[in-house]
């Protein structure tokens, strides 16, 4: 269970704080906190996926 990876989309509430990467070729790394809403990247509507709790 430990390797089971946490994926958000755009507009989703954040269930954990913490270094979030976008999947697919636009990349990018941001912190975003428990609670906050998921953003878009480069005007798009993209998937997120924890890289590090924080």
């Known amino acids: 269970m430990e390797?089971?990876?946490?994926?958000l989309a755009t507009g989703r509430?954040?269930?954990?704080?913490?270094?979030?990467e976008t999947l697919g070729r636009l990349s990018t790394i941001i912190y975003v906190s428990k609670g906050d809403i998921?953003?878009?990247y480069c005007g798009k509507n993209v998937k997120w996926i924890?890289?590090?709790?924080g």
């Open 13 to 20: 509430k954040c269930t954990v704080s913490g270094e979030w």
């Open 38 to 40: 998921m953003p878009a």
């Open 3 to 7: 390797d089971q990876k946490i994926t």
């Open 50 to 53: 924890l890289i590090r709790k």
